[in-house]
């Protein structure tokens, strides 16, 4: 495997010919099963088609190997922990997304596929509070802004009743 196939693989995906890219990328995992680019550009292109299932075991393969940079290691985790939810996985869903947060505390993808994640996982509390905590770092709106302190509060106990 050369780096000029992978690159012609992912310029094939970006440029939305991704039968091809699928075939060479599987082509390049058979000769390179443990090149984490090749596994993480593999998964992509799976996700892309529409086969979360068979991205699966390539994320899993990349993430599990050392060679991602930290944008492509955040998106393989972003992109594993969103195809477990979009197979009912939740509780793996839950988990990546978790790891990811941590490791990436800044991502706010990361945040906004955890909270999904949660809700799916029967933790509506938490995705929720995710969300509203999200909505205070992010926001400019004023109205919001005005009330960030009330919001946070709400934040950290949603069932919290106020006598």
């Given at each position: 495997m050369t780096e000029a196939e992978l690159a012609r693989?992912?310029?094939?995906?970006?440029?939305?010919?991704?039968?091809?890219?699928r075939e060479l990328l599987l082509e390049l995992s058979s000769v390179a099963p443990d090149d984490s680019q090749v596994a993480y550009?593999?998964?992509?292109?799976?996700?892309?088609?529409?086969?979360?299932?068979?991205?699966?075991?390539?994320?899993?393969?990349?993430?599990?190997?050392?060679?991602?940079?930290?944008?492509?290691?955040?998106?393989a985790m972003l992109g594993l922990g969103s195809t477990y939810r979009t197979l009912g996985q939740y509780v793996e869903a839950v988990n990546v997304l978790t790891a990811g947060v941590l490791e990436f505390p800044t991502d706010r993808a990361l945040a906004v596929f955890l909270a999904m994640a949660r809700y799916n996982a029967g933790d509506a509390k938490e995705a929720v509070a995710g969300l509203l905590t999200l909505l205070v770092d992010t926001t400019s709106d004023q109205?919001?802004?005005?009330?960030?302190?009330?919001?946070?509060?709400y934040a950290e106990d949603l069932d919290r009743v106020w006598s």
């Open positions: 693989a992912v310029a094939l995906r970006e440029a939305g010919a991704l039968d091809e890219a550009q593999t998964a992509w292109v799976h996700d892309a088609l529409g086969l979360e299932r068979e991205a699966v075991p390539f994320y899993e393969r990349a993430l599990d190997g050392d060679g991602l940079s930290s944008v492509e290691r955040r998106g109205e919001i802004r005005r009330y960030e302190r009330a919001i946070t509060l």
